[in-house]
């Protein structure tokens, strides 16, 4: 009998919710070895990590585990990586080390020359997909900002109202001063240091360094 390493990951409690939790793909995996006679060894994880990063503890324990004649079975490509590069390099480096990969969504199986081809195909649609999120996720944060909504931590200069950010009239002279002697030619350093000498506190209560006067002068010019 074939052996088979399985591998799950979720990156958020909403992937969890939203049908692709660690017990379905664990379900599912299972599920294909019965069907497939194949013996599960054993599966690894990943939860809460990103499939951005390819220095994950589980899906490295995966790859080293899938030796020759073993299938690496996962439940989608996204789920064992979101770039291309490392979905290549996780290929290429289970090609030398004789196994197999196995990816149930997609119906992917890289035994044969049709299934390798859509599994790069594969990769290659979902970069595409993250760098879409990434982008719409930009605009919206850009979006925020322009229209003074909070869409991050409260920049210094600003006070929290909800949703929006309101200015802050002790922070933004704060503010001006920095500038005006940023103008005068003093460096960042030397602003923190006069900053920290008159007790002015950082928005988190704590002293200042120079990068954080670089973004306050950068925010406030």
Not at 110 to 129: D, H, I, P, R, Y
Not at 148 to 153: I, L, R
Not at 165 to 185: F, I, P, T
């Amino acid at each position: 009998m074939s052996k088979a390493i399985g591998y799950i990951r979720v990156s958020t409690q909403k992937q969890a919710d939203e049908g692709v939790s660690l017990d379905a793909q664990r379900a599912k995996i299972e599920a294909w070895c019965l069907a497939n006679d194949y013996e599960l060894a054993g599966i690894h994880c990943d939860e809460g990590i990103s499939g951005t990063k390819s220095d994950r503890d589980g899906v490295l324990a995966a790859m080293a585990e899938a030796g020759k004649g073993t299938a690496l079975v996962v439940h989608s490509l996204s789920r064992l990586t979101r770039g291309t590069k490392d979905l290549i390099s996780f290929a290429d480096k289970l090609e030398k080390q004789g196994a197999d990969l196995i990816s149930l969504s997609e119906k992917i199986d890289t035994t044969t020359a049709t299934g390798n081809m859509f599994f790069q195909l594969q990769g290659v649609l979902n970069e595409f997909e993250r760098k879409q999120i990434s982008e719409r996720t930009k605009a919206a944060l850009a979006y925020k900002k322009a229209n003074n909504q909070v869409y991050n931590h409260t920049p210094y200069g600003y006070t929290r109202n909800g949703e929006s950010l309101v200015k802050n009239d002790d922070e933004a002279a704060v503010a001006a001063q920095a500038v005006k002697l940023y103008h005068s030619g003093q460096t960042m350093r030397a602003i923190a240091r006069h900053l920290n000498e008159r007790g002015v506190p950082t928005k988190l209560g704590k002293q200042w360094q120079p990068m954080q006067v670089s973004r306050l002068i950068k925010r406030a010019a």
